[in-house]
């Protein structure tokens, strides 16, 4: 932006120009000053001089927009006055690019009581979506299964004659599923017990069924937590393989005692040296 600012000033020297690179671009001085070496003509100087303007009108607008959010979101009654608890989970370093100017985090925190970015894969935009369509009262939704049902992510029941004839999602049009799929996409390099769900899922079923499958399970969470007000707490990536490795193996314990057999463990390379 220092870049393009100098060039509608008027300014057209390579050198000093590439001199107002910011200092994470790792392009060297040189690279970008040959890059702007050029012929600045009229009309083309006169289009970006509109385009800057408009940029800056468009950021003063959502600036006053972020206000205007600030002031609608305090005035609902707080559940809380307390700041949201620290927790160890990593948060980006860097906000969105349409993360407001304002703490949107204590905001909803303070609206809800209960700090749903715990979560792994939400955020407080994406928790501020789903509010503003689900609402802040839980009672809406007698259960878990009516809050999936409603949003569209859990299976479908089909059945014609007594048979299943599809069990694929219904389709809906709500913003709020929309939220929690993406919040299970954003899972895919997560080292937590979600992530790895996921992963799981999606070398089975593939990418789509997974995201789905793993949006419902981030819904019952949100659920979860929107109507008990506790708090939720990640288990970690290792503890979601060991039960499920546990899963596999009490599944092929049953399936052979079931055929008249015993599933034995083979001995460890330090039980054999020992």
Known sequence: MAIIKAIVA??????????????????SVAEIAQALTGDYRPEHL????????????YQEEI??????????LATFEPKTLDAPPTTNKKRRKKPTANHPNFDLHKSLYRMTGVDFTRIDGLDALTVQ???????????????????TSWLGLCPGQKITGGKVKSSQTRKVVNRAANAFRIAAFSLTQSRSALGAFYRRLRS??????????????IARLFYRMWTS????????MD???QRYQQQVLNHLRNKAHSLGFDLIAQPTATECVS
């Open 63 to 72: 600036s006053s927009l972020d206000t205007e959010i600030e002031k609608c």
């Open 229 to 236: 007000g506790g708090q939720y707490a990640d288990p970690g």
């Open 10 to 27: 008027g300014e057209r020297e390579p050198q000093v120009l590439a001199a107002l690179k910011h200092p994470r671009i790792k392009s």
């Open 129 to 147: 979506t789903i509010l503003s369509e689900v609402g802040l009262d839980p009672t809406r939704f007698p259960t878990v299964k009516h809050f």
């Open 239 to 241: 503890y979601y393989e």
């Open 204 to 217: 089975r079923l593939g990418a789509p069924k997974a995201i789905t499958a793993t949006a419902h399970k």
């Open 46 to 57: 006169f289009v970006l001089k509109q385009e800057l303007t408009l940029y800056e009108v």
